[in-house]
């Protein structure tokens, strides 16, 4: 026998991890998009609860406090609740949007056990001030 079918497994464990773990201080935000941007929503906050219990793990009100901005899942949280700062976009005039750039820069940081996002991400306002 080559070997036991122990080992691929735990070697995809390994890099399962190593794929899904926030880089360095990398933010909440920089690294539920990075996650997004490789492997996608499931309709949770699956990436922001993997980082909080990495990063933030006494975080408990961190998924309400991303809901009540309209974030009820990992996608949500930048079609309702935040959007990359201007100081990373482009505007593109002939489909009238902005452009987020891919990939998007290195995460500056956040400090540590801390939630908030670093400045490449700032609130979505709404009209009337709603968030």
Same mark, same amino acid.
């Given at each position: 026998?080559?070997?036991?079918?122990?080992?691929?497994?735990?070697?995809?464990?390994?890099?399962?991890?190593?794929?899904?773990?926030?880089?360095?201080?990398?933010?909440?935000?920089?690294?539920?998009?990075?996650?997004?941007?490789?492997?996608?929503?499931?309709?949770?906050?699956?990436? #922001?609860? $993997? &980082?909080?219990?990495?990063?933030? +793990?006494?975080?408990?009100?961190?998924? /309400?406090?991303? %809901?009540?901005?309209?974030?009820?899942?990992?996608?949500?949280?930048?079609?309702?609740?935040?959007?990359?700062?201007?100081?990373?976009?482009?505007?593109?005039?002939?489909?009238?949007?902005?452009?987020?750039?891919?990939?998007?820069?290195?995460?500056?940081? #956040?400090? $540590? &056990?801390?939630?908030?996002?670093? +400045?490449?991400?700032?609130?979505?306002? /709404?009209?009337? %001030?709603?968030?």
């Amino acid at each position: 026998m080559v070997g036991s079918v122990e080992e691929p497994k735990g070697e995809l464990i390994t890099l399962s991890e190593s794929m899904t773990s926030p880089r360095g201080s990398e933010c909440l935000f920089c690294y539920t998009y990075r996650m997004l941007s490789g492997l996608g929503c499931n309709g949770t906050l699956l990436w #922001a609860a $993997r &980082w909080r219990d990495l990063r933030a +793990p006494r975080a408990k009100a961190l998924e /309400r406090r991303l %809901g009540d901005r309209g974030g009820y899942c990992d996608c949500e949280i930048f079609m309702n609740g935040w959007t990359a700062s201007p100081t990373v976009t482009t505007y593109d005039f002939e489909t009238d949007e902005e452009v987020w750039p891919n990939p998007m820069p290195a995460c500056p940081g #956040a400090r $540590r &056990w801390s939630t908030q996002p670093c +400045p490449l991400w700032l609130p979505i306002s /709404r009209q009337g %001030g709603a968030w």
